[in-house]
């Protein structure tokens, strides 16, 4: 498989977006149910959170097959949700035992620098000290987290798909998820500014409704709900662009519609 540079790294959000515009009743749908059950797999002590990071491969390639299906202009159904449950789920659960492992061990790494704080609100949801925030281990620890995690996202970034959909293991989609990542760094760098630019915004518009509203709870509470809502099927939409745009071999001439360009 072949590994190109990306044409429309900038592009990626906005496609997402027209995808999710596409059908945004069902994407509101199958993302809430996909947060609903996920909140409740956490709720199993001890395991739930085991769990959820391991069948997490399996449901991106279950956004990433609606993206698909819905480029190609079919009809999707509620079972899309579990459409990445369907082929290569063994594989699929490999990778998401790496991925837990992979952030464990960048959290291990963060922890020599705030002395584990901040794995310890990750994995337990304990909050840092006034003292470690004040001292700023934990924005040292953040630092190195986002160093140490960088090859980390890079190597799972198209590795559930690549899995999937060109039946590679675990180990060759990590590598050419990795190599995609590599060759294409300034696409992905122009997308994550744009996309922390549009969360700033985003923030902003949460922030000013709630204070609008004087503070009330619930508005703001329902804000975020709207906001991720809205957001995550963008997101995953972008992924798959993304996939588009840096393996466009999948997809050969002749074959599927391309995404309309804004």
């Known amino acids: 498989m072949r590994v190109v540079p990306a044409r429309h790294g900038w592009l990626w959000l906005a496609r997402g977006f027209f995808l999710f515009r596409m059908n945004p009743a069902m994407w509101t749908l199958l993302v809430f149910t996909y947060w609903m059950l996920v909140a409740l797999i956490n709720q199993i002590p001890v395991l739930g959170p085991l769990l959820a990071t391991l069948l997490l491969p399996a449901f991106s390639v279950s956004f990433m097959d609606m993206c698909r299906e819905l480029e190609r202009g079919s009809r999707i159904l509620p079972t899309a949700l579990f459409a990445g449950f369907r082929a290569r789920l063994s594989t699929l659960v490999v990778l998401g035992g790496l991925y837990l492992v992979a952030i464990m061990l960048v959290l291990g790494i963060s922890a020599l620098a705030d002395g584990g704080a901040l794995a310890n609100w990750v994995i337990y949801g304990t909050a840092p000290s006034p003292t470690v925030v004040r001292s700023g281990d ?28 060109e039946e590679m293991g675990a180990a060759k989609a990590l590598f050419f998820s990795f190599v995609a990542g590599w060759r294409n760094w300034r696409a992905f760098l122009i997308y994550g500014a744009v996309l922390a630019v549009l969360s700033l915004v985003l923030s902003t518009i ?5 204070y609008i509203m004087r503070g009330r709870q619930e508005v703001l509470t329902f804000s975020m709900i709207v906001a991720i809502l809205v957001t995550m099927p963008m997101l995953f939409g972008s992924f798959y662009a993304a996939y588009r745009d840096v393996f466009p071999e999948v997809f050969p001439e002749g074959g599927d519609t391309e995404i309309a360009t804004p």
Do not use: E, K
């Open 138 to 165: 934990l924005l040292r620890a953040m630092i190195v987290a986002a160093v140490a995690g960088t090859p980390v996202v890079m190597a799972f970034w198209f590795a559930p798909v690549l899995a999937a959909w």
């Open 206 to 210: 949460v922030i000013a409704s709630a």
